[in-house]
């Protein structure tokens, strides 16, 4: 029978995704034939599947830890934040609608039903499936129609770790006062405890974690020190591509806009030791030594253009192209980039329409239809070929079409200035082919140093999976599951 066992937090952001990879690529170096599930994730990155849909990056990287291609079963409730209260809803790969925050409740019986039948079709495809929480089961404010913690562990009958974060902070708190706000029912399903992101003498927590065990009453699976090369897998978060602090080199800075997508893009680059990558957060001006700027994707395009202008970024890329620089924008970031985003139908908001860059000869209307693809493209500035994917919703043309960025199947693809310094394109996940990074930055002026993007992301998983092995009772926590 298919076994299954769920990580949770004591909070979001403490690891719980990097703990879920390194498990899967553990299991899958002992030959147990592995897949990851998260039943709810709440993210702008995301990766196109096997199957033609779409699930969160985190998932996608889980996948590739367990030797697999990313499938919709392995994340089937996927929420993409549009506003601050608002959401797309993508259910088993495809979008269901939008819903507000206090709405979003009276979906959850109908969303349980298609997370359970996802994970159903997982356990029947393997032996092992290594669950992932979302946030924490603390909020017990959410515990009714619960999908993503408790509830999903008491539906599937699975049992569960929980993981506190002593980096931030208060781990014995955040552990044990989980235990104290659960539910007797819900307590007594988590089968031990772990403590993820030490730095530092490790002896000096043996107090501390025998006092977690004693207090709970729950066995501890290890204290596990931060992962260095965490940095090397592609991010979950924006503010966690954490790219090594260099001085010089080719300066490129992207704009960290308020519903930032897809921003793994950005992952090779942060590689080469000839680029200093920039993640500029609001109120921060674009600084006068920027050779590129980046706008990367967005779940929102009409809305990120407003809050690109309430930074002065507007003004700013203007001044940096007087200077000189260079532009690029990717999806979202390449429709800014036009006359106008005209949204008819209200697909990503109010129905409306909004004024853009007017930096390339390009308007953008968006439909209700998205583009979910992997592609093969042929660049149109080097030469070189590259693979990457589509996942958007409009249509964009203009007169700067007649140059375009690549060529997808003998179709053009993005938009060109006619001074070469102002480039858009669809494709994401463009820099993860070598050869093609190192003819694009050579446009630049900058040698790559024949990095190999893959080997370095299995490299890292390979690290990932012999560090937990050395610190974690990785034996214990795979034999938990039933």
């Given at each position: 029978m298919t076994?299954?066992?769920?990580?949770?937090?004591?909070?979001?952001?403490?690891?719980k995704s990097l703990l879920v990879a390194g498990l899967c690529r553990a299991a899958r170096r002992r030959g147990i034939d592995v897949a990851p599930f998260k039943s709810q994730n709440m993210s702008n990155n995301a990766a196109?599947?096997?199957?033609?849909?779409e699930i969160g990056r985190a998932q996608a990287v889980q996948a590739r830890a367990a030797g697999l291609a990313p499938h919709t079963d392995m994340n089937p409730v996927l929420l993409k934040p549009e506003t601050d209260t608002g959401a797309q809803i993508i259910v088993q790969g495809r979008m269901l609608g939008r819903a507000e925050a206090m709405d979003y409740g009276t979906l959850k019986p109908r969303l349980m039903a298609a997370v359970l039948d996802s994970f159903g079709r997982l356990k029947a495809r393997h032996e092992l499936v290594i669950v992932e929480g979302a946030g924490s089961p603390a909020e017990v404010n959410l515990r009714h129609r619960d999908i993503a913690n408790m509830g999903f562990a008491e539906a599937a009958?699975?049992?569960?770790?929980?993981?506190?974060?002593?980096?931030?902070?208060?781990?014995?708190?955040?552990?044990?006062?989980?235990?104290?706000?659960?539910?007797?029912?819900?307590?007594?399903?988590?089968?031990?405890?772990?403590?993820?992101?030490?730095?530092?003498?490790?002896?000096?927590?043996?107090?501390?974690?025998?006092?977690?065990?004693?207090?709970?009453?729950?066995?501890?699976?290890?204290?596990?020190?931060?992962?260095?090369?965490?940095?090397?897998?592609?991010?979950?978060?924006?503010?966690?591509l954490d790219a090594p602090k260099r001085a010089g080199g080719l300066h490129i800075v992207c704009l960290a806009l308020s519903r930032i997508a897809n921003f793994d893009d950005l992952d090779p680059l942060k590689q080469e030791p000839g680029v200093r990558l920039?993640?500029?957060?609001?109120?921060?001006?674009?600084?006068?030594?920027?050779?590129?700027?980046?706008?990367?994707?967005?779940?929102?395009?009409?809305?990120?253009?407003?809050?690109?202008?309430?930074q002065g970024w507007d003004v700013d890329l203007y001044a940096h192209l007087r200077r000189g620089g260079r532009i690029l924008g990717i999806c979202g970031g390449y429709q800014?980039?036009?006359?106008?985003?005209?949204?008819?139908?209200?697909?990503?908001?109010?129905?409306?329409?909004?004024?853009?860059?007017?930096?390339?000869?390009?308007?953008?209307?968006?439909?209700?239809?998205k583009r979910l693809t992997e592609v093969a493209a042929v660049h149109a500035g080097t030469g070189h070929s590259f693979t990457g994917y589509e996942i958007h919703i409009g249509r964009t043309e203009g007169a700067d079409c007649a140059r375009p960025f690549a060529h997808v199947a003998g179709r053009a693809e993005g938009a060109v200035?006619?001074?070469?310094?102002?480039?858009?394109?669809?494709?994401?996940?463009?820099?993860?082919?070598?050869?093609?990074?190192?003819?694009?930055?050579a446009g630049f002026g900058v040698e790559a140093v024949g990095t190999a993007y893959d080997a370095e992301v299995e490299a890292a998983l390979d690290g990932l999976a012999a560090h937990m092995e050395a610190h974690l009772d990785v034996a214990g926590l795979l034999a938990a599951a039933r």
């Open positions: 076994r299954a066992v769920m990580i949770q937090g004591t909070g979001s952001n403490v690891g196109v599947t096997v199957d033609g849909g009958d699975v049992p569960v770790i929980l993981a506190g974060d002593i980096d931030r902070g208060g781990v014995i708190a955040q552990i044990v006062g989980t235990q104290a706000v659960l539910p007797p029912e819900d307590a007594a399903r988590i089968s031990g405890f772990l403590v993820n992101r030490f730095r530092g003498d490790l002896r000096l927590f043996d107090d501390g974690y025998a006092k977690i065990a004693e207090v709970t009453g729950w066995p501890g699976f290890g204290v596990l020190p931060w992962f260095s090369d965490a940095w090397k897998l592609p991010a979950e978060d924006a503010f966690d920039t993640m500029l957060g609001p109120g921060r001006a674009i600084p006068g030594d920027a050779d590129l700027v980046i706008l990367p994707g967005t779940k929102s395009t009409r809305g990120d253009l407003a809050f690109l202008r309430a800014m980039l036009g006359h106008v985003v005209r949204d008819p139908d209200g697909i990503e908001g109010a129905a409306g329409e909004t004024p853009g860059l007017g930096l390339l000869d390009v308007a953008t209307v968006m439909a209700p239809d200035s006619r001074d070469g310094r102002v480039q858009g394109s669809y494709l994401h996940g463009m820099f993860r082919d070598d050869a093609f990074r190192a003819a694009w930055l």
